[in-house]
């Protein structure tokens, strides 16, 4: 399952801020996030951005922080830990099945398609194999 490391995550601050707040208006069932505390995260964060209240439909419930300053983005953040050190939760899990493609493919790339579905033509089980050949390897042989 994936994991974020809240005190540590490996990502910029803007990346941290935006990520945790998609989780929290995810509609994830599979997350250590209770419904109330994930409300309550977006919520604050989204009074350090704004003066209006925070929106109540699901599909505006999204953080644009192009409007703030460094320091709107330090409060963010630091409100996100602050929130999550107070629920004695230091590492974010969840579990979100993969997704069918949300485009199709372009005209141009449908022959290429077409052929790798010849190449492969059974669905790998998993998404992203651990032994994927090498770059140059060729995965007939």
Same mark, same amino acid.
């Given at each position: 399952?994936?994991?974020? +490391? ?7 601050? %803007?990346?941290? /801020? ?5 989780? !929290?208006? &995810? ?13 309550? @995260?977006?919520?604050? !964060?989204?009074?350090? @951005? ?6 109540? +439909? ?17 409060? !963010?953040?630091?409100? @996100? ?7 004695? @939760?230091?590492?974010? /899990?969840? +579990?979100?099945?993969? $997704? ?12 290429? /398609?077409?052929? %790798? ?7 790998? +089980?998993? /998404? ?5 050949? $090498?770059?140059? &390897?060729?995965?007939? &042989?």
């Amino acid at each position: 399952m994936p994991s974020l +490391d809240v005190h540590n995550p490996q990502m910029p601050d %803007l990346q941290f /801020v935006l990520f945790v707040s998609a989780l !929290c208006t &995810s509609d994830l069932t599979t997350i250590n996030l209770p419904p109330e505390l994930r409300k309550t @995260i977006f919520d604050r !964060c989204w009074s350090l @951005i704004h003066t209006e209240a925070p929106p109540t +439909d699901p599909k505006d419930r999204v953080l644009d922080l192009r409007g703030g300053t460094e320091l709107t983005l330090d409060a !963010c953040a630091a409100t @996100i830990r602050s929130l999550l050190q107070e629920a004695n @939760i230091t590492t974010l /899990v969840w +579990d979100h099945p993969v $997704s069918e493609p949300s485009m199709n493919s372009s005209p141009e790339a449908l022959p290429l /398609v077409d052929r %790798l579905a010849k190449l492969y033509p059974d669905r790998p +089980d998993i /998404v992203d194999p651990s032994n994927r050949p $090498s770059s140059g &390897s060729n995965p007939t &042989s």
